[in-house]
Nanobody, 121 residues
Framework: VQLQASGGGLVQAGGSLRLSCTAS????????MGWFRQAPEKEREFVAV???????YYADSVKGRFTISRDNAKNTVYLQMNSVKPEDTAVYYC????????????????WGQGTQVTVSS
C-alpha cells in the first residue's frame, strides 16, 4: 500500500492543524493505521494509532490534544492537532500497523513521504 501524508504547515502555538494520510488501496478499511513524527536530530516516535475497529491509542505527549480518526470511504486517516506546542514541530508520517506493540516503529510498514509541521512560539 502507498501512503501519502498531507496537511502540514506553519502554525502558531495554541493553534490547530489537521493532517491527512490517504492510502492507495481499497482494502484500507482492513488496516490498522498509525502516525509517527520525527523532529530534527531525533528518532522517529509514536504519536497515535487507530485500529480497523476504531480503537485508539496515543503517546502521552499528545493525549488530550491530538485526535486520530479515519474515513474508510475515502481511504484516509486523519490527525487533528489542537493546542499545538513548539515541541510538536516535526515531520509527521503515517504507516500501516501490522501488529504487536503499537508504539514500536518496527511494527509498521508502508512509510510514505511525511508532511512538515512547524509550530512557532
Amino acid at each position: 500500500v502507498q501512503l501519502q501524508a498531507s496537511g502540514g504547515g506553519l502554525v502558531q502555538a495554541g493553534g490547530s492543524l489537521r493532517l491527512s494520510c490517504t492510502a492507495s488501496r481499497r482494502t484500507f478499511s482492513s488496516y490498522d493505521m498509525g502516525w509517527f513524527r520525527q523532529a530534527p536530530e531525533k528518532e522517529r516516535e509514536f504519536v497515535a494509532v487507530i485500529t480497523l475497529n476504531g480503537i485508539r491509542y496515543y503517546a502521552d505527549s499528545v493525549k488530550g490534544r491530538f485526535t486520530i480518526s479515519r474515513d474508510n470511504a475515502k481511504n484516509t486517516v486523519y490527525l487533528q492537532m489542537n493546542s499545538v506546542k513548539p515541541e510538536d514541530t516535526a515531520v509527521y508520517y503515517c504507516a500501516v500497523f501490522v501488529g504487536g506493540r503499537y508504539y514500536d516503529i518496527n511494527n509498521y510498514r508502508g512509510w510514505g513521504q511525511g508532511t512538515q509541521v512547524t509550530v512557532s512560539s
